[in-house]
């Protein structure tokens, strides 16, 4: 299926998204890609208020009604200019932070890497775009290719550099994209076990413990603060 993708990438895509940098200019690529990343600022402040996410949630909310009417349809980013910060959020992001676990790694095909749950979360990703609804059918379907192409000459630099770096393509898309994902569910590393409050506590007093029993016999030798009574100082587990 990499291959296939690759084919078609090679011999469709990348020369429509290189045209499409070099001939429109600069300012309709901009508002391209406001007007499709404005409709997707409505789905991502659903999933993170599903998420729980209440603060970001709400500032993407703002962020589509004021660049769909100030900002002409989406046209312009007039939120960013006023300091509201652009997420990006999907369901299988949200169903990340309800704890379904990732499951295999899959190429799916045009639409490129995925997993379990961000297949099984797709169906529901694409009723929550806007533009799906878009009458009539062929301009919702223009728009589709113009938004894939825009997509696709946005990455045209990182292709070229993983072309240049000569490494193995199919596993650096792979171990690129399960990081990226990861990262985007756990922001703060936050995926990590925690302990229990009991097992902190067993470990800090385990230490002292510790401590005193290798500490030498002789009070000469001794430190200091042992000979003192005081107590030597640990370090407390995060």
């Known amino acids: 299926m990499f291959s296939f993708n690759d084919t078609v990438d090679t011999y469709a895509l990348k020369p429509a998204a290189t045209a499409y940098r070099n001939v429109l200019p600069t300012f309709v690529q901009t508002g391209v890609n406001n007007f499709f990343g404005n409709l997707a600022d409505a789905w991502t402040g659903v999933n993170n208020l599903l998420q729980g996410k209440g603060e970001a949630g709400m500032s993407d909310v703002t962020r589509f009604a004021l660049n769909s009417t100030l900002g002409i349809v989406g046209l312009f980013d007039i939120a960013s200019e006023a300091g509201l910060q652009k997420h990006k959020e999907d369901f299988g992001q949200t169903l990340g932070t309800w704890g379904v676990p990732s499951g295999p790694y899959l190429m799916l095909p045009l639409l490129g890497p995925s997993t379990v749950r961000d297949t099984v979360a797709l169906p529901l ?26 997509q696709r000459a946005n990455l045209l630099n990182a292709t070229s550099l993983l072309e240049d770096a000569a490494l193995d393509r199919y596993e650096f898309i792979r171990d690129g994209f399960l990081q990226r994902r990861e990262s985007q569910i756990h922001p703060d590393g936050d995926d990590a076990p925690r302990k229990s409050k009991k097992d902190d506590s067993a470990e800090i007093d385990a230490k002292p413990a510790a401590a005193q029993s290798s500490a030498p016999v002789s009070s000469e030798s001794a430190p200091k603060e042992l000979n003192s009574g005081a107590p030597a100082a640990t370090p407390v587990s995060p």
């Open 125 to 150: 990703d694409i009723k929550g775009d806007i533009w799906a609804y878009k009458e009539p059918v062929y301009i919702r379907n223009t728009g589709t290719a113009l938004r894939v192409v825009d």
